[in-house]
């Protein structure tokens, strides 16, 4: 859901001793970028090559994406890439990619013409907040729970299907082309695959599990579209993607220099990073840190139902093998703390330096921060929280403010591995890492702190690209099973706990007293 990526270059992971493969490459459609990475078979970077593309606002809390820039960015990125593994790596030719994997941004929805291969209108990003009427008006009697038994989800701004009904109601003819079959709905999974596998020449109109289950129509239960919901939502059946597994060959592809190479594996940009983490088993979690934070922890074969504010969400599916699902927390602001301190408050001039700065005390001198910038996120999911630092005294420096800000996220963390302890049953053993903020070493520590359980960063950061890349190989043979995946997978750092217990728990306190300070903030009459 968010954009995680550290650097563009990649050159951390990447070295000049590559054989000379084959390959496997992965498309990332995220919210501000397209990149895409050609990997080996040890799961290192060849090469990569990566283009922004425009944020459209056209009114307070409506964000739009131009879906043809992000195509022709898609294509140039593929290209780019391969021009640079061939620079990279001597004798290397295109027919040495073996098949190519897609990761997404999710719940972004996008309507186009069929015939034209047209977008009927903008992108609606998962950001946009235009359907917040209409998913009240939708959940009337029952509120924000009446889907989510089916769905796993609550009914939301955040996801496709309001967005699908908005368009629907807003675009003049469009439900009318719709309900004739002229239209196709798409995240941008389908979009780019759609386009990759031939467009109006015969593309595939196809989506995978794990982005159907954000679309708030899909019941997660029988992986099939459900047709009471549809009904509910105002959502035409024609209109919609044939759901596939994550990893298997929808078609093949010959775009930006590639010779008809099995488009072969799709993944949302959060359960690709589940996937890139190799958390296979049961109680394994990754949490991915950007400018937001999403955590997914691995709960096997069954859908577990959340009652602590989680969402249920599909975590993978390997062909015909049964699927294997995940509960999700997510976090609205972390990394976009830090940049808030330097943006807004002038209070240090880089990202990196908040960990200087807060490395220069001891601990946050009983000062607490919680970044309820729009309102709370899971487990709470309060929009009429405000964010607020609470316990200051004339003691405080901005040192501790620092440290605080810090703690945010790795406090906000251990809430939700609490509530994912408690709707699943299953103690977090340890948690893998990846995103921008794992470089700050004091975050990660402070994270085993307050979580009690060894924080792992692995070697390879791009882990949301590299999974869709081993669901791509796994489909082709390149890769045998999760077992050689895992041997691929190596540990770069790690953290274990090194805080009392008692201090824990007391601090623990004074973050949820300051948690309940930002509710209520905003009254209903402001809303």
């Known amino acids: 859901m968010t954009d995680q990526h550290s650097d563009a270059t990649g050159q951390e992971q990447r070295t000049s001793s590559h054989g000379s493969g084959p390959f496997i490459a992965a498309i990332d459609q995220g919210t ?24 459209i606002f056209p009114k307070p809390g409506w964000v739009e994406h131009d879906a ?17 593994a061939a620079q990279e790596v001597p004798g290397f030719t295109p ?78 003819g469009l439900r009318e082309r719709a309900e004739a079959g002229d239209i196709l709905f798409g995240t941008m999974d389908s979009w780019v695959i759609w386009n990759l596998t031939g467009g109006v020449d015969g593309g595939v109109h196809v989506t995978d599990v794990t982005n159907a289950s954000r679309t708030l129509l899909m019941d997660l239960r029988t992986l099939d579209w459900d047709e009471k919901i549809l009904a509910s939502i105002g959502v035409p059946a024609a209109v919609l993607p044939q759901i596939r597994s994550s990893s298997e060959v929808y078609g093949s592809t010959s775009v930006g220099g590639l010779v008809d190479v099995p488009v072969a594996a799709a993944l949302g940009d959060q359960q690709a990073a589940l996937f890139g983490q190799t958390c296979f088993t049961k109680g394994e ?5 950007g400018t937001g934070t999403f955590m997914l922890m691995n709960t096997g074969e069954t859908p577990v139902n959340s009652y602590n504010g989680l969402i249920t969400t599909v975590g ?80 405080v420096t901005k040192a501790h403010i620092a440290r605080a800000v810090l703690e945010a996220t790795a406090w906000q963390t251990r809430e939700i591995a609490d509530a994912m302890t408690k709707d699943s049953g299953v103690e977090l053993t340890a948690l893998k ?24 960063r692995p070697m390879v950061a791009e882990t949301t690209c590299l999974g869709a890349a081993y669901a791509a190989g796994l489909a082709v043979g390149f890769w045998p099973d999760t077992d050689a995946l895992r041997a691929n997978w ?30 209520g903030w905003i009254d209903d009459e402001e809303h």
């Open 32 to 55: 501000t970028s397209s990149r895409c990475i050609v990997f080996d078979r040890d799961g290192r970077i060849v090469a990569v090559d990566q283009k922004e593309h425009e944020q």
């Open 68 to 84: 043809a820039e992000i195509w022709t960015n898609v294509q140039e990125v593929v290209a780019g890439a391969v021009g640079r």
């Open 95 to 172: 027919s040495d990619v073996k098949a190519i994997g897609i990761t997404n941004q999710r719940e972004t929805t996008l309507l186009w013409d069929r015939h034209t291969g047209e977008p009927v209108h903008n992108a609606l990003v998962w950001q946009d907040t235009r359907t917040d009427a209409l998913c009240r008006e939708l959940g009337r009697n029952v509120g924000q729970d009446r889907f989510r038994r089916t769905t796993g989800l609550p009914l939301a701004s955040y996801f496709a299907g309001p967005k699908i009904r908005w368009l629907l109601d807003n675009v003049e």
């Open 285 to 289: 979690a990754k949490s991915t840190y």
């Open 316 to 395: 993978y599916r390997i062909g015909e093998d049964a699927p294997v699902y995940a509960l999700e927390g997510s976090i609205a602001v972390t990394g976009s703390l830090v940049q808030w301190m330097r943006d807004q408050m002038g209070l240090i001039s880089t990202a990196a330096e908040i960990e200087t700065l807060a490395s220069s005390v001891e601990d946050n001198g009983g000062a607490y921060f919680v970044p309820a910038f729009s309102g709370l996120f899971a487990p709470y999911w309060r929009d009429d929280a405000r964010g607020v630092i609470a316990g200051l005294t004339r003691y």
């Open 433 to 456: 890492v990846d995103g921008g903020m794992t470089s700050n070493n004091l975050l990660m520590q402070t994270l085993a702190d307050f979580l009690d359980a060894p924080v792992v």
């Open 490 to 519: 190596r540990r770069a750092a790690e953290w274990t706990p090194r805080m009392d217990a008692a201090q824990r728990d007391r601090e623990y306190k004074s973050w949820l007293k300051a948690v309940q300070a930002t509710m």
